[in-house]
């Protein structure tokens, strides 16, 4: 009984979960009546697989997807860059005021992104970084969430393992390069997926930071299709599915790595 319940359960939120995503992508082959219909129309009669096409008819969808790779990708490989770098040096290296800084690190994270994202904007215009790459990337090229991930994953690492490369004469890039780095392995899977799936997604900086068409990523893109009386609902829709798919194709690749990052989160 008590696994029926649990199965029933989880079928429950699968349903939820999977339900609207199928929802979408049915949006996405409907005709611009169908998404205006009275009643929903669960499945187009006919699909317009032609909709994703006029997408880029419409707005510059090229230059949006770029963008948000460009976007996703370059702070994503920022986070694995220089997180790690910062956590180790927490972790392992002997410092004054090493605590305090910390701490004031991880205060950083108690302060709403919408208290810093004016003086962040008129930083941005007094360089003259507006509607450019520099914009959208240079704010977030490292976090305190990753650091302090980094950190529990790499203090736990044997100092006595460290101090035998030091006295094999590796130098301390050496010593973080070969015998760091490939121990986190998991760790900086979990970073780099949460990191691109976070920024994929972020909608409200770049429409703060960009005016031009452009300039724009993906979710602000989208915001084309919605006009003052009416929104082009099956564009949008199809707007999102391409949104979706490099997430979800990233999950199913590092499926193996997200699990095994999560699960020595959970033991940390």
Request: charged share 10%; aromatic share 14%.
């Amino acid at each position: 009984m008590r696994r029926a319940l649990t199965y029933a359960a989880l079928g429950l939120v699968c349903a939820i979960t999977v339900v609207p995503l199928l929802y979408m992508l049915s949006l996405s082959l409907q005709t611009e009546a169908e998404t205006l219909a009275a009643d929903p129309v669960l499945l187009p009669s006919d699909p317009q697989f032609g909709n994703y096409a006029t997408l880029f008819e419409r707005a510059p969808f090229g230059n949006f997807i770029v963008n948000s790779l460009v976007v996703a990708g370059g702070i994503t490989i920022a986070h694995l860059v220089f997180d790690p770098l910062v956590g180790y040096a927490f972790a392992k290296f002997r410092f004054p005021l090493r605590n305090t800084l910390f701490v004031l690190l991880l205060a950083t994270l108690m302060v709403p992104f919408f208290v810093r994202m004016i003086p962040l904007y008129v930083m941005m215009a007094n360089l003259g970084w507006l509607n450019s790459y520099q914009a959208l990337i240079t704010p977030f090229l490292m976090d305190a969430f990753g650091i302090f991930l980094m950190r529990q994953f790499i203090q736990p690492i044997p100092d006595d393992l460290i101090a035998a490369a030091r006295i094999d004469g590796a130098s301390e890039f050496r010593i973080y390069l070969r015998i760091i780095l490939p121990q986190v392995r998991p760790a900086l899977a979990v970073l780099g997926l949460f990191t691109f799936v976070f920024q994929w997604n972020e909608f409200l900086w770049p429409l703060v930071a960009t005016t031009t068409e452009n300039m724009r990523t993906i979710p602000v893109g989208l915001t084309l299709f919605n006009q003052e009386y009416f929104t082009l609902w099956h564009l949008t829709a199809a707007g999102s599915v391409i949104l979706f798919v490099p997430t979800a194709l990233l999950f199913l690749f590092s499926q193996r790595y997200l699990v095994r990052g999560i699960t020595l989160t959970g033991l940390k």
